[in-house]
C-alpha cells in the first residue's frame, strides 16, 4: 500500500537551546513536543501515536511523562541518525492504515552536559570494538576510498562546510555562525585523516519534534499542510566481508521513496541531507541522482550547495554541520527545516522561490561499517 498523499505534517518544533545544563532530557522532550502540537493548533489530548528511538529515556516511560494515556500506537525504533525519517514512514503508513489519526514525533539529548555512553556490544562487538572504531575514523576510511576511486579532494569536501556556514549565519540560533573559507576548513586540526575538525557535525544539546496527521484533520487546521509524497528506509552492512565503500543505503532509500512520490530529483526544489560529516553529504548526492557517482566533488565545488547561487539549496538552517545537530544525531532537524522551506517560512536571505517539492534523507550508524539510511519526499499541499 503507497502513503503517497494520506499524511500530512502539520506541526513543527525544534529547540532554540543548543546548549542546555539545567534540563532534563524528558524535559527538552516535553517541550519540544509541546511546541510541536502548539504550532499545529492541536494539544496531547488529541495524539493516538507517538514515535521516538534511543535518544528517549525509554519508550513507556516518555509515554507516562507526556501524558499520553491513550495510544493505539507506539514505535520506540532506533535506527540512529535516520529514525526521524523513517518515523514520517512509518507513521504515515499507520495514519493512512487507519491505525491512529494523530502522530507525535520526538528526539532531545544532553550530549555536551553528559559522559558519552559505550557502545551496545552487539553482535560484531567481539570483532570490531577492539580496534576502537569510532564515526570519525569510520566516515574518515570512506572519504579515503572515495579520493582514491574518483580523485575527490579534502578541497571538496571543504567547500561542504562552507556552504553550510554561508546558511547559518541567518540562524540566530545556529551554534556555529561565521561563515568560513576552504582555507579555514583545511587549517583547522586534523580529527581522522582526512576529516578536519570544520568537516564534522557540531555536538549540541536539545532536539526537535513533528506531528502528522490525515488530510482531512489538516485541512482543519489553521496550518499549511506538508503532504507526505514518498518515504522509504534501508540497511547496508559488511556484505560478508565484501562491503564497498564507495556507496551507502541512500542508493537503496533514495529511489524507492522517489518511485513512490512519481517524481525525480530533477523535481526537487529543496534538499535536507543528511550531514554527520562533509563526506556523508557528497555520497548521497550521488546515490540519490543529483550527480554522477564520483562527480560530487566537483557538485559542490565552488559553491554549488549554496542557496541562491549554487545548482542545489540544500540544508539552509546552517544543518548539522553548523547549526544543530542534537544528541548527536540530525535527522530531525532535517524534517523541520524542509518544512519551514515547503511553508515559505525559511529565513528569507536562504528562502527558495515557489519551494513546492523537498527531499529528506538521514543516515543512523556509521557509514564505513554498518548504517541505515531513510528518504522521505515531502510537498506542499496547494501545488
Not at 87 to 116: H, M, Y
Not at 134 to 161: C, I
Not at 261 to 267: F, K, S
Request: aromatic letters at 6%; one cysteine or more.
Amino acid at each position: 500500500m503507497s502513503i503517497r498523499n494520506k499524511a500530512a505534517i502539520v506541526g513543527i518544533y525544534e529547540h532554540p537551546l543548543r546548549k542546555a545544563p539545567d534540563h532534563s532530557t524528558p524535559q527538552l522532550h516535553a517541550e519540544v513536543a509541546r511546541g510541536a502540537l502548539a504550532d499545529a493548533g492541536l494539544g496531547f489530548a488529541d495524539v493516538d501515536g507517538y514515535f521516538c528511538a534511543g535518544d528517549a529515556p525509554s519508550l513507556m516511560g516518555m509515554v507516562d511523562y507526556l501524558g499520553l494515556g491513550d495510544l493505539s500506537v507506539m514505535d520506540g525504533s532506533e535506527m540512529g541518525g535516520a529514525s526521524y525519517i523513517a518515523a514520517v514512514d512509518k507513521a504515515a503508513q499507520a495514519i493512512a492504515l487507519g491505525k491512529c489519526r494523530v502522530a507525535l514525533v520526538t528526539l532531545a539529548g544532553r550530549p555536551r552536559q553528559e559522559k558519552p555512553q559505550p557502545r551496545p556490544n552487539g553482535a560484531e562487538g567481539g570483532f570490531e570494538l577492539p580496534y576502537g572504531g569510532s564515526p570519525p575514523n569510520s566516515y574518515a576510511m570512506v572519504a579515503q576510498r572515495h579520493m582514491h576511486e574518483f580523485g575527490t579532494t579534502a578541497e571538496d569536501l571543504a567547500w561542504v562546510k562552507v556552504a553550510a556556514s554561508h546558511h547559518a549565519q541567518w540562524n540566530e540560533n545556529a551554534l556555529l555562525r561565521d561563515v568560513v573559507t576552504v582555507e579555514d576548513v583545511l587549517d583547522s586540526p586534523m580529527v581522522a585523516d582526512p576529516l578536519h575538525r570544520l568537516d564534522c557535525c557540531v555536538v549540541t544539546d536539545g532536539g526537535g519534534a513533528f506531528v502528522i496527521t490525515t488530510p482531512e484533520i489538516a485541512r482543519e487546521l489553521n496550518v499549511t499542510p506538508v503532504m507526505v509524497r514518498g518515504a522509504a528506509h534501508a540497511f547496508k552492512g559488511q556484505m560478508g566481508g565484501r562491503v564497498d565503500l564507495t556507496w551507502s543505503a541512500a542508493a537503496l532509500s533514495g529511489p524507492r521513496a522517489l518511485e513512490e512520490a512519481g517524481v525525480t530529483v530533477r523535481d526537487i526544489k529543496y534538499a535536507s541531507i543528511y550531514d554527520s560529516f562533509t563526506i556523508t553529504v557528497i555520497m548521497q548526492l550521488e546515490d540519490l541522482g543529483f550527480c554522477e557517482k564520483g562527480q560530487g566533488g566537483q557538485f559542490v565545488r565552488d559553491g554549488g550547495l549554496i542557496s541562491g547561487q549554487g545548482r542545489l539549496p540544500w540544508n539552509t538552517d546552517g544543518g548539522g554541520l553548523c547549526n544543530n545537530h542534537p544528541i548527536n544525531r540530525g535527522g530531525m532537524t532535517k524534517v523541520i527545516e524542509a518544512v519551514r522551506q515547503l511553508r515559505g517560512a525559511a529565513h528569507p536571505k536562504v528562502q527558495v522561490p515557489d519551494c513546492d517539492l523537498a527531499l529528506v534523507t538521514g543516515i543512523g550508524g556509521m557509514l564505513g561499517l554498518r548504517h541505515s539510511a531513510a528518504t522521505c519526499i515531502l510537498e506542499r499541499a496547494d501545488a
